[in-house]
């Protein structure tokens, strides 16, 4: 398993990607599934993934050599969405060539894609590309894209991070969704790749890759478990059956009528039936032993 997200703000883009794969737990490995196509000054893409990691590093290798139908690549796309679809395309090569030999063994085509980043000319775009080539873009309604174990740092972001977020706010916001992650779920883990991109540089000025001995990160994982501690405690107990207008905190108002529903034992059945004796093999239809 593993864990990528990728934020989409004013300011630039945020993408982190942790290194853990397995195939059990006895095979648990590291790779890298973020990587650039940078031309600085020109143009900068980031393409993380999770899934069968095979299939990833298949599509990888297409979308740098792919010529589309307009004779365009990666590389003179003139727009973000005409990089995103030479993306599907080669996800659906892969397919094409892999799939059914895959089924045969048991093996599930899947993958997930996050791929954003900018072309001079226009401004930051992200994207989330499907198994099937398919993907959506990151508007100001969604500002990040998860793929792989996604759900343990899902809340922190959802509460946190606004499009008027900087790249430091929602680097924090991203180490502390990964951090929640790997609390939860031990598929996901060190090291991480952490980059920044600001609007307009064209050009990879802030990256990191993040194992047990980086500071910041230490700090994250020390520090944010103990103010979630002391935030939980400087929350107040519950009052049951209490008066609202008089009393805070009141979970369960003094009067009010709440009724769990309540499942019945079984009615008994007033006349049983009766059991049938057994019968011997030394015994006849009446009971009577025979001679």
Same mark, same amino acid.
């Given at each position: &398993?593993?864990?990528?997200?990728?934020?989409?703000?004013?300011?630039?883009?945020?993408?982190?990607?942790?290194?853990?794969?397995?195939? $059990?737990?006895? !095979? =648990?490995?590291?790779?890298?599934?973020?990587?650039?196509? %940078?031309?600085?000054?020109?143009?900068?893409? =980031?393409? &993380? +993934?999770?899934?069968?990691?095979?299939?990833?590093?298949?599509?990888?290798? =297409?979308?740098?050599? @792919?010529?589309?139908?307009?004779?365009?690549?990666? /590389?003179?796309?003139? +727009? &973000?969405?005409?990089?995103?679809?030479?993306?599907?395309? #080669?996800?659906?090569?892969?397919?094409?060539?892999?799939?059914?030999?895959? %089924?045969?063994?048991?093996?599930?085509?899947?993958?997930?894609?996050?791929?954003?980043?900018?072309?001079?000319?226009? $401004?930051?775009?992200?994207?989330? =590309? @499907?198994?099937?080539? *398919?993907?959506?873009?990151?508007?100001? %309604?969604?500002?990040?894209?998860?793929?792989?174990?996604?759900? @343990?740092?899902?809340?922190?972001?959802?509460?946190?991070?606004?499009?008027?977020?900087?790249?430091?706010?929602?680097?924090?916001?991203?180490?502390?969704?990964?951090?929640?992650? &790997?609390?939860? *779920?031990?598929?996901?883990?060190?090291?991480?790749?952490?980059?920044?991109?600001?609007?307009?540089?064209?050009?990879?000025?802030?990256?990191?890759?993040?194992?047990?001995? *980086?500071?910041?990160?230490?700090?994250? !994982?020390?520090? /944010?478990?103990?103010?979630?501690?002391?935030?939980?405690?400087?929350?107040?107990?519950?009052? /049951?059956?209490?008066?609202?207008?008089?009393?805070?905190?009141?979970?369960?108002?003094?009067?009010?009528?709440?009724?769990?529903?309540?499942?019945?034992?079984?009615?008994? *059945?007033?006349?049983? #039936?009766?059991?049938?004796?057994?019968?011997?093999?030394?015994?006849?239809?009446?009971?009577?032993?025979?001679?």
């Amino acid at each position: &398993m593993t864990y990528c997200v990728a934020l989409r703000l004013d300011s630039g883009l945020v993408f982190l990607s942790d290194s853990r794969t397995n195939a $059990g737990v006895d !095979h =648990v490995a590291t790779a890298r599934k973020m990587s650039v196509f %940078e031309n600085p000054g020109e143009r900068l893409m =980031v393409f &993380m +993934t999770a899934g069968n990691l095979s299939i990833s590093q298949s599509i990888k290798q =297409v979308i740098g050599e @792919y010529v589309n139908a307009a004779g365009k690549t990666i /590389w003179t796309v003139a +727009t &973000m969405y005409e990089a995103a679809q030479i993306v599907g395309e #080669a996800v659906r090569v892969v397919y094409d060539r892999e799939a059914l030999k895959l %089924e045969k063994f048991g093996i599930d085509f899947n993958v997930g894609i996050i791929f954003g980043g900018q072309i001079k000319g226009e $401004g930051c775009r992200l994207f989330q =590309v @499907y198994a099937a080539g *398919n993907f959506i873009e990151s508007l100001n %309604e969604n500002t990040y894209f998860q793929i792989g174990e996604a759900k @343990y740092g899902k809340p922190i972001l959802d509460r946190v991070v606004t499009p008027a977020s900087t790249l430091d706010q929602a680097a924090k916001c991203a180490l502390i969704s990964m951090d929640s992650t &790997m609390r939860s *779920n031990i598929s996901v883990g060190l090291p991480l790749d952490l980059l920044l991109y600001g609007t307009d540089t064209l050009a990879v000025t802030r990256f990191v890759t993040i194992d047990e001995k *980086n500071q910041y990160f230490q700090m994250i !994982h020390e520090n /944010w478990g103990k103010q979630l501690t002391a935030v939980f405690n400087g929350l107040a107990d519950p009052v /049951w059956n209490a008066n609202p207008d008089t009393v805070p905190n009141v979970v369960l108002a003094k009067g009010s009528q709440n009724e769990p529903l309540v499942l019945a034992p079984p009615v008994a *059945n007033p006349n049983p #039936a009766q059991p049938i004796p057994l019968q011997t093999l030394a015994q006849g239809p009446d009971g009577n032993e025979q001679p």
